[in-house]
C-alpha cells in the first residue's frame, strides 16, 4: 500500500491539554469497561469527559446506528461503509469538534476510523486503501491523539461475548471467520499508525488492563 496516503490526515484540532481518544477492538473485547475506567480517571484529574459511541453519538447517527445493526434491509459493503461514514462525519461536526476548543477536555470514542479499516476494509473486502481514501478529505481527516486497541484472539473475545447473552448485530452473528479476518485488519492499522494506535493486550482483568493504558493518558 503507498504509505503516502497516510501523510493526508491530521490529529483532531484542540486547545492546550485538550484530547480525543479512541478504544478499538473486537466485539467482547472489554472496551466499554476500559472506556468507563479511563472516563473515572480522567474526571478525577479534573477533565471534562465526552463519552461517545460509534455509529450513533448524534440524533442522524443513533438513526444509522438502528438501521446498519438492526434492520435486515439488504446493502453492500461500500453502502455500509457509506453509513458509518455519515454517522462519523456528524459526530465529528456537532459533537468532537466544538467540544475540543476549550481547554482541558476529553473525548472518548467507542470505535472510530479503525473500525471501518477492519470491518469493512478487511472483514468486508474493501481494502484498507479504499477507506482510507475515503477518510482523506474534511473533515473525516481528524485523527484521534491516540487510539487503545485492546487485543483479544477472536475465540476468547466469542466466548465471552457468549457470556453476556446479548442480541448479536449484523457483524457479531458472521462468527469467527469474520472475527479473524477485523483483527488482521487491525493488526494492518497498528502498522500504518503505529505512532497513534496502542496495542493493549485485553486477556487480564479490567483493572489490569486499565494499568497498562494509564501512562498513555494525559496526568
Ligand atoms: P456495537 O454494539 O457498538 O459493538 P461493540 O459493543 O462491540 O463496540 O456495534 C458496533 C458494530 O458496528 C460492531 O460490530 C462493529 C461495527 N462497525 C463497523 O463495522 N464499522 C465501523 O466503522 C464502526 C464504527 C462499527
Known sequence: MDKQITNKFYPFPSTKNSFVFSFEGGDGTGKSTQIQLA???LEKKGFDVLLLREPGGTELGEKIRTLILKSPIKRSAHSNLLLFLASRSQLITEKILPFIQEPGRVVLLDRYIDSSLAYQGVGEDLGI???LSMHAHPPLHFLPHKTFLLHLDAKQAILR???RQEELDQYEIKGRE???KTLKGYFECQKLFSERIKTIEADKTP???FQKIIPHLPS
Open 161 to 163: 461475548r457468549k457470556g
Open 39 to 41: 472516563s473515572e480517571y
Open 129 to 131: 486503501e479504499t477507506v
Open 178 to 180: 469474520f472475527a479473524e
Open 207 to 209: 483493572e489490569e488492563i
